[in-house]
Nanobody, 117 residues
């Protein structure tokens, strides 16, 4: 079965950095576009970034463009989200997702990111 396991979340001060990882199993990872989402308390889930099957095409939400970088390692069945210049408004649970035809069909359990001094 499809499994997506996020890690790397935590507490960081404003201006700091974190790198999230998502380990995938149970499907042919290199055949799927992947994405990162986030959901803050009381808000809808937001698509943060997506990456194509070989990593040549990436897209970002305007709120994170220039600060976050999505990448993937198909040999390790893993995607990453490097987050720099973090702001308090980046505080959320971050989820990775498998995508097909522009729709996410499988999700991880999420990892909490808290940006606070």
């Amino acid at each position: 079965q499809v499994q997506l396991v996020e890690s790397g979340g935590g507490l960081v001060q404003p201006g700091g950095s974190l790198r999230l990882s998502c380990a995938a199993s149970g499907f042919t990872f290199s055949s799927y576009t992947m994405g990162w989402y986030r959901q803050a308390p009381g808000k809808e889930r937001e698509l943060v970034a997506t990456i194509s099957v070989i990593g040549s095409i990436t897209n970002y939400a305007d709120t994170v463009k220039g600060r976050f970088t999505i990448s993937r390692d198909n040999a390790k069945n893993t995607i990453y989200l490097q987050m720099n210049s973090l702001k308090p408004e980046d505080t959320a649970v971050y989820y990775c997702a498998r995508r097909r035809n522009g729709v996410s069909d499988s999700w991880g359990q999420g990892t909490q990111v808290t940006v606070s001094s």
